[in-house]
Structure formats: structure tokens, C-alpha cells
């Protein structure tokens, strides 16, 4: 279902979606409280965004896999889902900013 996702892979120079992990992890995050100065450029960012929704909504479809199989507990599939829907929605709410930001600079008159 998600495989469709790393479709995505051509919009970046970088190849940010190259693999889908089951693990989440936060590197924008982790880069920003660490504080190290590093420069990430724009397209950085989106692409550790965008894996890192993949991920997450890959493992909230793993869980859900699991549970059908017997191998994990309602609870872990309820939350891995909700994480996913949040992320999920986060992802479509920065899409529609973006896009609307675009659409701005594209009326400006130069």
C-alpha cells in the first residue's frame, strides 16, 4: 500500500526516499536541539520530513499487519496508527502551506 510513496524519490536531487525504515527517528529534530550550526537546505528538510512520515505510516500499517496476524496487542496497533494519522495530517497541513506560498509568489509582479 505505502510502496507508492518512493514514487517521491525524483522530486529530490538527494534521494532523501530511497528506504522506507519501520523505526522512527527524528533527525530534523535532533539536529536543531543539538544545535550543531550544520546548514540543511530546504530540500533536505522536506525530504527527512517526508521519510519520516513514510516511516511512520509504514509502521502503523506493519501493526496493523501484526494484529490480523495475532503478533501484536490492540493497544500498539491503536497508537502506531493514531502516530500515523498525526503525521499524516501534519504532512497534508505543510502540502497545503507550501503550495499556497507557491501560488503567492507566482501572482507577485515583478
Not at 550543531?36 to 513514510?54: N, P, R, W
Not at 502503523?60 to 501484536?72: D, H, R, V
Amino acid at each position: 500500500m505505502i510502496e507508492s510513496i518512493k514514487g517521491v524519490n525524483g522530486l529530490f536531487s538527494n534521494g532523501a526516499l530511497t528506504g522506507v525504515e519501520t523505526g522512527t527517528s527524528n533527525s530534523v529534530s535532533a539536529a536543531a536541539a543539538q544545535g550543531t550550526g550544520t546548514q540543511m537546505s530546504f530540500a533536505q528538510v522536506m525530504g527527512d520530513m517526508a521519510t519520516e512520515m513514510a516511516n511512520t505510516v509504514k509502521l502503523g500499517e506493519t501493526k496493523s499487519f501484526e494484529a490480523i496476524q495475532g503478533k501484536a496487542t490492540t493497544r500498539e496497533v491503536v497508537d502506531a496508527v493514531m502516530n500515523a494519522e498525526q503525521t499524516l495530517q501534519t504532512a497534508i497541513a505543510i502540502r497545503d502551506k507550501v503550495v499556497t506560498a507557491y501560488l503567492e509568489i507566482a501572482r507577485m509582479q515583478i
